[in-house]
């Protein structure tokens, strides 16, 4: 039969078609740039049918059997393909933009370089199927069967993998900003240099995924199993860490000498200095900045008065860990009660307090006496008292204080 009588059959009466199909399964048909477009086919069998290049937008192949088709290069945009078998089928570089493919079967189909952006793939089957460098930004493919799918930098933005079983994926290279992974199976998967930027992994399973040269920020991990990660090439010994968020930080403690001479700088150098940033307060600061630099110190001023996009304890906390010891000017004090309220009880951290020798200690200071790292007030009398005695009355007995506090408890 004609190829223009097969097409016209095809559009007319698809349980014709099938019936055809089956008499003459032996018959390859190419249907090459055809034009489809918003033809009713639900049902149909064009398995092993060569629709590359064909116009099939709006098409309706709900039902149908797809599988083994070549549709290299079709346009399927907005085309209803729900419970659709698309097994081994050939879409690389189709356009699947808003189309129906819920509960289809797209195990082992070779999507490579595919645009599917704001696809239904809801419950679908991916099993084994080649999606590299596909386009499915805003896709649902929650609760999708991808075991095994390659996703070498594909572009999953915003896509929903909510529930989806993700398990020995290959995601290399993938984008997965603000992407919805709650609930997902990714065990065993690779996830190396993916992008992670507001990605939901909640309650996601994590277990042995390769993560070397990850990018994750403001991730949520709450409830995720995060165990075996592993953080290095696979020409490298293996690695692994059970906290995706601190993985990238420890590779490169592991691998960049210049990174540990930072982490020794900031745990050997850095002193804390808090105080008010009034303008005659804010003087003295700056004074023992100077003198600190002079003395080979890294200095780190804390304005606790002017954040405001974090919690101020958090904050000087999180400093305070970093610090070999910390100078605290009580005079005319603020927040500065609440901060070493925060740090003095539970961080044992070597702590200078100084204050203009007019001043009186505020009264629930006293209440810090019972802690040894923090040493007795130096009083001062000026700014001139203050650089002329420091090196002997603040830096070592605050340097002798700190090594103290480094020797094991016996």
């Known amino acids: 039969m004609p190829q223009e009588e097969l097409i016209s059959l095809l559009k007319r009466d698809v349980r014709e078609w099938n019936a055809w199909r089956k008499n003459n399964a032996h018959v390859r048909l190419d249907f090459r740039g055809v034009n489809l477009s918003d033809v009713d086919l639900r049902g149909v069998n064009l398995s092993g049918v060569n629709l590359n290049e064909a116009n099939l937008i709006d098409i309706n192949l709900s039902g149908a059997n797809l599988s083994n088709a070549r549709i290299y290069e079709a346009n399927l945009s907005r085309a209803n393909l729900s419970g659709t078998n698309l097994s081994e089928a050939n879409l690389s570089e189709a356009n699947l933009s808003e189309a129906n493919l819920s509960r289809a079967d797209l195990s082992n189909a070779n999507l490579n370089g595919a645009v599917v952006i704001r696809t239904d793939l809801n419950e679908s089957n991916l099993s084994g199927a080649y999606l590299n460098g596909a386009d499915l930004r805003w896709s649902n493919l929650s609760g999708s069967y991808l075991r095994g799918v390659r996703l070498i930098e594909a572009n999953l933005i915003e896509v929903d993998l909510s529930e989806a079983d993700l398990s020995e994926a290959n995601l290399d290279g993938a984008n997965l900003s603000r992407a919805n992974l709650s609930r997902t199976n990714l065990k065993g998967a690779n996830l190396s240099r993916t992008l992670l930027i507001g990605t939901n992994l909640t309650h996601a399973t994590l277990s042995g995924c390769t993560i070397y040269g990850i990018s994750a920020w403001n991730v949520h991990l709450e409830g995720a199993i995060q165990e075996n990660l592993i953080i290095t090439q696979e020409h490298e010994a293996t690695i692994t860490i059970d906290n995706l968020k601190v993985a990238q930080f420890i590779y490169l403690m592991l691998s960049n000498q210049e990174i540990r001479d930072v982490i020794n700088t900031l745990t050997t150098k850095s002193v804390l200095i808090l105080g008010r940033f009034t303008p005659e307060r804010k003087a003295i600061l700056e004074v023992l900045q100077e003198v600190l630099r002079a003395h080979n110190y890294l200095p780190i001023l804390f304005d606790f008065e002017t954040p405001k996009d974090r919690n101020l304890t958090e904050t000087v906390r999180i400093l305070a860990h970093l610090a070999r010891f910390i100078i605290a000017d009580l005079t005319e004090p603020s927040s500065i009660p609440q901060e070493l309220q925060a740090i003095i009880p539970t961080l044992a951290i070597t702590v200078q307090p100084i204050l203009l020798e007019e001043k009186k200690e ?42 103290e506090l480094e020797l094991p408890h016996i």
């Open 362 to 403: 505020y009264a629930m200071f006293h209440d810090f006496s019972r802690y040894h790292w923090v040493l007795p007030t130096y009083f001062y009398t000026d700014q001139a008292n203050l650089i002329t005695s420091m090196e002997t009355h603040i830096i070592q007995s605050a340097e002798q204080k700190a090594k």
